[in-house]
């Protein structure tokens, strides 16, 4: 059975750093697409990140240059480098996990596998 539990969510002020940890459990492949997505309350879940088995990235235009996507493969786990973070950053944040997609890893690749969610707060 495959698991993710993110951890390292919390309450800072602008400009302020999180990091963001999610270990995955029970993934047997190789091949992997990952991603952090972000959803506040009355929006509509966003991509924030992705990362692939081969260690590429995309970021969506919101978080270029203050957000770093990276894995650490001995232990299993993704991870999110929030920098300068704003206000309108504050979201719960989710990790996800799928099989690498024919069309390649992106935002917009099927994930199979989510975890429950940790919550980030930035005050202004």
């Known amino acids: 059975q495959v698991q993710l539990v993110e951890s390292g969510g919390g309450s800072v002020q602008a400009g302020g750093s999180l990091r963001l940890s999610c270990p995955i459990f029970?993934?047997?492949?190789?091949?992997?697409?990952m991603a952090w997505f972000r959803q506040a309350p009355g929006k509509e879940r966003e991509g924030v990140a992705a990362?692939?088995?081969?260690?590429?990235?995309s970021y969506a235009d919101s978080v270029k240059g203050r957000f770093t996507i990276s894995q650490d493969n001995v232990k299993n786990t993704l991870y999110l480098q929030m920098n300068s973070l704003k206000p309108e950053d504050t979201s719960m944040y989710y990790c996800?996990?799928?099989?690498?997609?024919?069309?390649?890893?992106?935002?917009?690749?099927?994930?199979?596998?989510w975890g429950q969610g940790t919550q980030v707060t930035v005050s202004s």
């Open positions: 996800a996990l799928g099989y690498y997609p024919a069309s390649g890893c992106y935002l917009g690749a099927p994930f199979n596998y």
């Open positions: 029970g993934y047997t492949y190789s091949t992997y697409c």
């Open positions: 990362i692939d088995s081969d260690g590429s990235t």
